[in-house]
Structures are given as C-alpha cells and as structure tokens.
C-alpha cells in the first residue's frame, strides 16, 4: 500500500481500546507475537500502476468456512508456485534486523504511542465514514473467489487524495518520518481501506489491502500496529514479514488463476 520512495528502498534492501490505560495494553500478549513475527502500520507502495501502495486495517471476526472449501482452499495453497510455504512466524525470532543488528520497540515505548496512534485512527474513520462503500459494492469478479461474503462486505473503502497518514513524528516516532511522508495510493486502517481515486478500479490494490485487513483482523490492532512497525524497522518495508505476506499473495493472484482461500493462508502464515 505503498510507493515511491519506499519502492526505492525496497530495492536496496529487498495502534483495541483508545480509553485504556498502558497497563491494559495486553504487553505479554504482543512480546510474545513480537518473538514470532515482527510488522507495523499496513502500507504498501508501489511505482508502478498495479504496485500502487496500501496499507492496513481491524476487523471484527473471521466468518466460519466449511471444511470442504478448506480442505479445497488448503491443497490450492500448496500448489501455488508464487505463494511460498516459509513460516513467517519462524523469520523472525526475535527484534533483530536483517544484519543481525537489534531492533524495534520496546513494550513501554509501544504502550506510550498505542493510545494516541489509535485514537487517531479511530477520529480518522469516524471522519471519512459518510464517504466510505463496501468493496463488495464495488463489483469486482475475482475477490469474492479469494475472500468470504462476510469480508467483502464489511471491509469499506475511501476514495480520497491526499491520502491520511498518521503523525508518527509528533507522536515521537521520528524514525518513521519518510514512512509519515511518503506518496502512497492505498493505507489500510482497522476495516477500512483508503485509495487514491486513479486506484479506485484497480483489483489487484484491494486484494493487497483485503490481505493487511485479515492480518488485522486475526493480531488485533494491537500486536498488528507492533508487529508492523518493527518489521519496518527491522526489514525495510519489502521485506518486513506482513508486507512480504501480502506481496505474495498478491502476486499468486495477478498472475494465476488458482484459488485460494486467503483468511486460511493468513492464519497459516501467522502460526494461528
């Protein structure tokens, strides 16, 4: 859900309760998800018209599937070449980044930036929502093969430009300031996408987004706002685990005609 810059980057180096307190903040819940998996914000960039960037957003529940469409969606998942059977949970054992340097945030400064960064988020929606459509409403053929009725219709999409990005460095997370500032074409926040209008038909952006939203979805947007920014931190965005997550994904499904159950291979690749 991402450009420009990032791209740039990318190839040089391939925030659920506003009104709790710090110490509701579930610590133990996101060092231990921080020791298996390590990803921030959802946003993704991209030069070029189908890599157009996203990022990420809650949601409520996953809605129940059958197991014959799992067992189905399961052995299409092994038959995709593009999408790689790596473990992301086992990538990352630890904050350390790609060169063996240490990494990313500690659990009190998370617990200090969690409450603001998810007030904003929350004020952000609340602001955009009479502007907000269904994907479901958008029409789009494929994604309903990928993603349940229940998805499609919950998850909402902004067509807006500039695009909101949150003031991270106001909020003392100056490290991110070429993150705050970058030219994006799609975030993702809590179960809402936001896209810039030249965006608004292009399928293979919202399946990218849809992804970030089940990654919210299954982390919560605690663990997912942690895990997110440190494997910025960490890995660069390309290579940070939930945007490699959905880059292959994505990538399985612009080029292959295969299904796949996307809500099973997210949890899959998160170890749930």
Excluded at 14 to 23: K, L, N, S, Y
Excluded at 113 to 134: F, G
Excluded at 230 to 248: Q, T, V
């Amino acid at each position: 859900m991402i450009q420009a810059k990032y791209v740039r980057d990318c190839q040089e180096q391939r925030a659920t309760d506003p009104r709790g307190t710090a110490d509701r903040i579930r610590v133990g819940s996101i060092v231990a998800v921080l020791s298996t998996l390590v990803v921030t914000f959802a946003a993704e960039h991209r030069t070029q018209a189908q890599n157009a960037p996203h990022v990420s957003c809650v949601f409520p529940t996953a809605s129940a599937l059958s197991p014959s469409k799992l067992a189905a969606s399961e052995e299409n998942l092994r038959d995709l070449d593009h999408v790689e059977s790596r473990n992301i949970a086992r990538k990352i054992g630890s904050a350390g980044g790609s060169d063996g340097r240490r990494c990313g945030m500690s659990p009190e400064e998370f617990a200090k930036v969690y409450p603001p960064l998810l007030e904003w988020i929350r004020t952000t929606l609340t602001a955009n929502a009479d502007a907000a459509q269904s994907v479901a409403s958008r029409g789009f053929s494929r994604l309903p093969l990928y993603f349940s009725e229940n998805t499609l219709a919950s998850t909402k999409v902004v067509l807006v430009d500039p695009l909101p990005m949150p003031p991270l460095s106001s909020m003392g997370l100056a490290r991110f300031a070429d993150f705050e500032r970058g030219d994006f074409d799609g975030i993702t926040y809590l179960d809402t996408i936001f896209l810039k209008p030249t965006q608004s038909d292009n399928e293979n952006m919202h399946f990218h987004e849809l992804v970030h939203v089940i990654q919210w979805r299954l982390l919560g947007p605690d663990r997912f706002l942690l895990s997110y920014a440190n494997g910025l931190e960490c890995f660069g965005y390309r290579e940070s685990p939930l945007e490699a997550m959905a880059y292959d994904a994505e990538t399985a499904f612009a080029s292959s005609t295969a299904i796949f159950n996307v809500e099973t291979m997210v949890a899959e690749k998160l170890g749930l």
